[in-house]
């Protein structure tokens, strides 16, 4: 299993992005999709989570960032708007195996991908 996560890069704060996580040898589709990020020096921060039952943001992003999937390009996106530079971070896509996982049944988060880096900068 190898998961993706592309579409990183530097913004002006207030500006946009959106990352994707791309999976092989594994279909998102009834699973929990999470997106984390590490800030240098901090500790791993859970951003959002997707599932068929629910969503998660943590608080500092709600309202900024959506996250959504496309099944058919088994596919996760996380769009990130009004960018500040606290939002300057490697971001990692997560995938729980367990088939019907959920958001709010504390997922798993068995698989990882490599990370992409966002920077917000002026």
């Known amino acids: 299993v190898q998961l993706q996560a592309s579409g990183g890069g530097l913004v002006q704060p207030g500006g946009s992005l959106r990352l994707s996580c791309e999976a092989s040898?594994?279909?998102?589709?009834?699973?929990?999709i999470g997106w984390f990020r590490q800030a240098p020096g901090k500790e791993r921060e859970w951003v959002s989570c997707?599932?068929?039952?629910?969503?998660y943001y943590v608080d500092s992003v709600k309202g900024r960032f959506t996250i959504s999937r496309d099944n058919a390009k088994n596919t996760v996106y996380l769009q990130m708007n009004s960018l500040k530079p606290e939002d300057t971070a490697v971001y990692y896509c997560?995938?729980?195996?367990?088939?019907?996982?959920?958001?709010?049944?504390?997922?798993?988060?068995?698989?990882w991908g490599q990370g992409t880096l966002v920077t917000v900068s002026s």
């Open positions: 040898r594994f279909t998102f589709e009834h699973r929990a």
């Open positions: 997560a995938a729980d195996a367990w088939y019907s996982s959920s958001c709010d049944a504390g997922p798993r988060f068995d698989y």
């Open positions: 997707i599932s068929d039952s629910s969503t």
